[in-house]
């Protein structure tokens, strides 16, 4: 299951960066300005991710495709452009399909809230699927059941399809049943995710035997 982590600070990203397994990251806009999460985007990319998730403000096709073209850089990265689930951003993911080769870009749907919609955005050429199972539960719905609904009409070429807004173990552990090929985890439930009792056990035994010497 791939991890994506979901951050806009610069040092948390450069400590995932140092761990040698994270190799995508979404970047949060919060309330920057075009201009800041344009640098800070790039920044971002300076630390050698392989896929950098940026969140797309516009709700056109013309909006989108020139928010992406902005966020280019020039490194290997593949940049993805979130935004939530509309007939426009349908459209902007079929252009950005058409450019790939040049753009070395794609788009995720967002908020994804039935299968139809999955289906739409697969057809769409969208590059990723985000299911947001906090929003599921506030609503009462099972999102690992709706996981497995979307798993269920996979077919060749379907989108990978990432979890988010839930960062507890069992969660993981759901969502992994579920079918979801990866989780998007803010910085500190991130380390929690590596957290074991038995790793735990071992360092204090090392650090232990360290300090003895």
């Not at 969140?55 to 850089?73: F, P, R, T």
């Not at 539960?137 to 798993?151: H, I, N, Q, W, Y």
Request: charged residues 25%; aromatic residues 6%; contains cysteine.
């Amino acid at each position: 299951m791939q991890l994506i982590l979901q951050s806009a600070d610069l040092e948390e990203l450069r400590c995932a960066a140092a761990f040698g397994f994270i190799d995508s990251v979404w970047v949060p806009r919060k309330e920057m300005a075009a201009r800041a999460y344009q640098e800070r985007v790039r920044a971002v990319a300076a630390l050698g991710f392989s896929r950098i998730m940026i969140e797309l403000d516009a709700l056109d096709v013309d909006g989108m495709i020139k928010e992406l073209e902005l966020h280019v850089v020039d490194t290997d990265a593949k940049m993805i452009g979130a935004g939530s689930f509309t007939i426009e951003l349908c459209r902007a993911a079929r252009h950005m399909q058409s450019l790939d080769g040049v753009l070395n870009c794609g788009v995720a749907a967002l908020h994804i809230a039935n299968v139809a919609q999955g289906i739409a955005a697969a057809r769409a050429g969208c590059s990723a699927l985000c299911v947001d199972g906090a929003r599921f539960a506030d609503v009462g719905m099972d999102p690992f059941r709706f996981l497995r609904a979307l798993r269920s009409v996979q077919r060749e070429g379907f989108p990978r399809i990432y979890l988010e807004g839930m960062h507890d173990s069992m969660s993981t552990l759901q969502a992994s049943e579920a079918g979801a090929d990866g989780l998007i985890l803010p910085f500190l439930p991130l380390l929690h995710s590596m957290d074991h009792p038995v790793t735990e056990a071992g360092m204090r035994r090392i650090l232990t035997h360290w300090k003895s010497d």
